[in-house]
């Protein structure tokens, strides 16, 4: 199956072509950086990096851009609450960003432009804006006429009057139409400030990115993708902006991911009890659990997020750890060292069922991706593979099964690595809780033999069907009872 992506702008799954032979240009929108990063900033992040994985799997050179927004409204009021400059907030918030996203394995972005480093593009855009008769001065400011724009709504699939309506638009007298949106404004005392032809200022949001993405990407690329919140007003206004000032189509393929909520209700800054620090939750769980639920679906869909369902992904990684110990165990190597393949390519697994059931989801995985991303689908089959591993781990007889077995884990160190899971070996806070369940699995095995030796078979057999009903194995041979949780979804 050849990847197909789909586009918001023709509401329809299409061929992935890029512009330039082997090469994707990607633009995604970052923070504006006035607070700590919580759980919906990581969504975007998380889902784009697993595209870019994915892309150059397939062969495809793929230079991805994540900008920063360090100058808004928004920075500007907290930053006189906390008596702190606007720069250093915005420093202090895009560290704890960077943090963030290097916890969760974000390892694929290749540059983050700040804002304030393109000042000169952005007055120069919204100066052709101008002379182009797009664009207009007015008190100190200068504004976009969405009236002059072609097909403005044809991103968010609405005409003019309905976005209005629909819209939170800032009044203001000095507009021509209550739609038009700033691309520079004018500063007020105590603000950040630039020079600029219309005098002190500084730049609209919208402008902010198509001064980055037209630097780095050039005036036309192939991905730009954003929360499915920012469809408009952001990426239309973008959309108009650019095509406007540049007169070729901006975007090829525009992707949005769905927002992430808690029981029904958006994760936003502006629903304070909604909110999930990232500081917090990465006490909690490890960061595989947070990356594995953010993938758990197809990304175009709501990610409904709660401490249950969070419990429930962190769980079900037990499976995983306890393969990886296995693997050790019996081949005196770490999972987290294999070389395993990094490009695409067509293979048959091998002789044994085994090995041939693993090709068989690996394909389901490679269909599930190329069908736009769906890293649910292909979520699926990873814990597939990791049930045909238990069987194989359990029924070792010769050096050939050993052989069968490394490469059954091979194919799982390659397709978790394109979903950016698993790349380093637990951390040691995390063990306390394997230690755990390791000393209870003893107690619980030992329990159940004595059952046995006192011919309580019925509440041995009990005591293995309740393992059994919440996922755990348990494997009576010549060494003794081990136990293997099994993978639930």
Not at 43 to 72: A, E, S
Not at 103 to 121: K, Q, Y
Request: charged share 25%.
């Amino acid at each position: 199956m050849a990847l197909r992506v789909y586009n918001t702008l023709s509401r329809t799954k299409e061929p992935f072509q890029t512009l330039a032979p082997g090469e994707v240009g990607m633009y995604v929108c970052g923070p504006t950086v006035y607070s700590k990063s919580h759980i919906g900033h990581m969504v975007g992040p998380v889902i784009f990096d697993t595209v870019k994985r994915y892309l150059t799997y397939l062969g495809y050179k793929v230079r991805w851009i994540v900008n920063i927004t360090d100058v808004d409204d928004k920075l500007i009021v907290q930053a006189q609450k906390d008596g702190i400059t606007v720069k250093t907030l915005a420093e202090e918030v895009t560290a704890d960003y960077l943090d963030c996203l290097q916890a969760l394995n974000v390892t694929g972005i290749d540059e983050m432009p700040r804002a304030t480093e393109h000042i000169d593009e952005i007055v120069a855009i919204t100066e052709g804006l101008v002379a182009k008769g797009f664009a207009y001065a007015s008190g100190g400011d200068v504004y976009f006429d969405v009236a002059k724009a072609d097909g403005y709504g044809k991103l968010s699939h609405r005409n003019p009057e309905e976005l209005q309506a629909g819209a939170r638009i800032e009044p203001s007298s000095l507009k021509r139409n209550p739609g038009d949106f700033a691309l520079w404004k004018a500063s007020k005392p105590g603000e950040p400030s630039w020079e600029s032809p219309w005098g002190p200022g500084r730049p609209g949001w919208h402008v902010e990115c198509s001064a980055m993405s037209l630097k780095l990407l050039g005036e036309r690329f192939d991905i730009h993708g954003g929360g499915l919140d920012l469809v408009f007003p952001h990426h239309e206004n973008e959309l108009a902006q650019s095509e406007s000032y540049t007169g070729v189509p901006f975007a090829s393929y525009w992707m949005h991911n769905g927002l992430l909520t808690r029981e029904g209700r958006k994760i936003s800054k502006s629903d304070p009890d909604t909110i999930v620090l990232m500081e917090d939750l990465l006490a909690q769980y490890e960061p595989d659990a947070v990356r594995l639920l953010l993938l758990s679906g197809h990304y175009r869909r709501p990610i409904d997020y709660g401490p249950t369902r969070l419990g429930e992904i962190a769980r079900s990684l037990a499976a995983f750890h306890h393969a990886f110990d296995r693997f050790r165990e019996l081949t005196g190597e770490s999972f987290h060292a294999l070389d395993a393949p990094t490009r695409r390519e067509d293979r048959d697994g091998g002789a044994s069922p085994e090995l041939k059931e693993i090709a068989e989801r690996r394909r389901g995985f490679l269909d599930a991706m190329d069908d736009d991303f769906n890293t649910g689908g292909a979520v699926g089959e990873l814990f597939e593979i990791v049930r045909v591993l238990n069987r194989l781990s359990a029924g070792l007889t010769s050096t050939s099964d050993l052989a069968d077995y490394r490469a059954g884990t091979v194919v799982l160190k390659e397709l978790s690595n394109l979903l950016g899971l698993f790349a380093r070996p637990r951390e040691k806070a995390a063990a306390g809780d394997d230690a755990l369940t390791g000393e209870l699995m003893t107690l619980l095995i030992d329990l159940r033999a004595r059952l046995r030796k006192e011919k309580q078979y019925a509440l041995a057999d009990e005591v293995r069907n309740r393992l059994t009903a919440l996922g755990v194995t348990l494997e009576d041979g010549p060494e003794g009872t081990r136990w293997r949780a099994e993978p639930k979804r």
